[in-house]
């Protein structure tokens, strides 16, 4: 094997390191995500030109459709995933937010079954962020989080267990600039998986339970079948049984969809199922075909769970996950308890108990919140209607989805001229926070993220694209697109304290809402603005 010393050649750091971040940026951990990286960068840039051929077809006109070569894979009964590892038998409520320090104590204390601490769309990937949450987790597997913050103090609960730790790497997409390898920027991906499995691996096996992941933005199951290469080549480099690793995989994507059954093949003695991720999925929807006018949908708040495209990607998901034995999870109540309205209280909270008992009935596993608050009342739901741990013995062999299905854009609904400001608000607000360093931001008692912003962007984007005409008759051009940006834009920043990013951006929003350019991501398109690359350090040195 080769040695730290050769496996740190060619390995920079260009950003600060504290001092308190020096025992997660090692030589030894280090040495590894280079290994990694020269594993893999390889086949991970060869799988994001691959996404773009496919969008050309797509442009084309050849819409996706369940693949011909891997029938085989579909169509055999027999094989399964992985059976439920230890913590991760029982998911009926998991909470899920960003890993700063406050958040993970918080989360850990809530009374929920996981909690899936976040480095991809609820944390903006400062590099504070990205190692300060490494060191929160490495703290907190260890017992060792309390702090105090004024005069508050934050302490884990003694009183029960703790939910069981899941870590969202960021997507195959980004890149941490901050480290460079042989010249080039380490995956995002590789990075945080990395460092969070070099260091906690063995003490989460010591503490009965194992290092578990989601895994986001998939868009195949080759890029599943990356993720199964870097979870063996981690598990036989520090020496734990290939299969400790869990991997549960968010279906935010369309063309995802059709290749469940795949996914799950190429990660199955790893596999610990899928998850509904609802909003990116809209988002994926709209972005791959937003070039086709019978594929524009309208108003967001049209776009529920029942419509047709979203109702037959439940049903399937879950009839896959179950048919392989391995859980279906639901999706995200992003609801934040309104304090100071009641009846506006109550409404919402009616709203994520019909939502958690359309998933409890459907045959879900599991749900997710955003806000402690919830976890009561989607637990006494799902405690209600899943009186076992999970429902994987419920096969859901009624249903039957084809391409059709998973395609149909049948949403009752209108385009309103409130529909797009919202969609101003929601874009504006998350880029505006997440320019300052901000992954997730309250907007209208939501918890809205970076999914949230990328469907508000891409409906805006693809209603000036085909010249939709809003339900007051105006025809959404460019002109029109741009008038209402500046009015939202100078209606936010005047209401924001001194110092905001609004203008900023407005900036780049402009120039994603004028059905021309059309950027991957915003976080990728926002990503420089949030780099603090400094003096290079050879990893070497450290």
Not at 43 to 72: C, M
Not at 96 to 103: F, I, S, V
Not at 276 to 284: A, M
């Amino acid at each position: 094997m080769a040695s730290v010393e050769t496996l740190l050649q060619g390995v920079t750091i260009n950003g600060p390191i504290e001092e308190h971040q020096r025992k997660i940026l090692t030589p030894q951990a280090l040495s590894f995500v280079a290994l990694l990286h020269r594993s893999f960068n390889e086949t991970r840039k060869n799988l994001l030109e691959r996404r773009k051929i496919r969008q050309a077809e797509i442009d084309r006109g050849v819409l996706p459709d369940f693949l011909p070569e891997t029938k085989h894979i579909r169509e055999n009964p027999t094989w399964k995933g992985a059976p439920p590892a230890p913590g991760l038998i029982d998911r009926r409520v998991e909470i899920t937010g960003p890993t700063d320090r406050k958040m993970v104590v918080n989360a850990l204390n809530s009374d929920v079954y996981t909690y899936m601490a976040d480095f991809e769309d609820s944390s903006a990937p400062t590099w504070a962020n990205m190692v300060n949450g490494q060191v929160n987790l490495y703290d907190a597997i260890r017992r060792q989080i309390d702090f105090k913050q004024g005069q508050k103090e934050y302490k884990l609960r003694t009183d029960r267990t703790l939910p069981t730790l899941i870590v969202r790497p960021r997507g195959w997409h980004l890149e941490e600039k901050h480290v460079t390898i042989d010249g080039e920027p380490v995956s995002g991906s590789l990075f945080d998986f990395g460092l969070y499995f070099f260091h906690n691996a063995k003490e989460l096996i010591k503490r009965g339970f194992g290092p578990y992941f989601y895994l986001p933005k998939m868009e195949s199951h080759l890029e599943a079948r990356l993720w199964n290469d870097a979870f063996n080549l981690g598990q036989d480099y520090i020496g734990i049984p290939r299969g400790t690793i869990r991997g549960t995989v968010l279906i935010e994507t369309i063309l995802a969809a059709f290749e469940m059954d795949e996914i799950i093949y190429e990660l199955r003695e790893h596999s610990s199922g899928l998850n509904c991720g609802r909003w990116d999925y809209i988002f994926s929807t709209i972005k791959k075909f937003r070039n086709h006018s019978s594929f524009v949908l309208p108003d967001r708040s049209c776009v529920t769970m029942t419509v047709p495209f979203m109702d037959a990607y439940v049903k399937l998901l879950i009839q896959t996950c179950h048919k392989r034995g391995v859980h279906a999870m639901g999706g995200m109540a992003a609801q934040i308890p309104i304090k100071d309205d009641k009846a506006a209280n109550d409404k919402a909270m009616e709203g994520v108990r019909a939502d958690k008992l359309r998933e409890a009935r459907a045959g879900h596993d599991g749900t997710w919140v955003a806000h402690p608050a919830l976890a009561s009342i989607a637990l006494e739901v799902f405690n209600k209607h899943m009186p076992t741990p999970n429902q994987l013995f419920n096969r859901r062999e009624d249903v039957k989805i084809g391409q059709q299905d998973l395609l149909n854009m049948n949403v009752p609904g209108s385009i309103t001229e409130e529909g797009i400001r919202k969609n101003l608000n929601i874009g504006l607000g998350y880029m505006e926070a997440w320019i300052r360093g901000v992954g997730c931001v309250p907007i209208n008692y939501l918890m809205e993220d970076a999914a949230t912003a990328e469907v508000s962007r891409s409906q805006l984007w693809q209603w000036v694209k085909h010249g939709v005409t809003t339900a007051e008759g105006k025809r959404v051009d460019k002109g029109y697109a741009l008038k209402l940006l500046r009015e939202q834009t100078d209606e936010l920043a005047s209401k924001a304290p001194q110092g905001n990013k609004f203008k900023l951006a407005a900036q780049y929003f402009a120039t994603q809402v004028t059905g021309e350019d059309y950027a991957d991501f915003l976080t990728s398109l926002l990503y420089n603005e949030i780099t603090s690359a400094g003096n290079s350090l050879p990893a070497s040195k450290l």
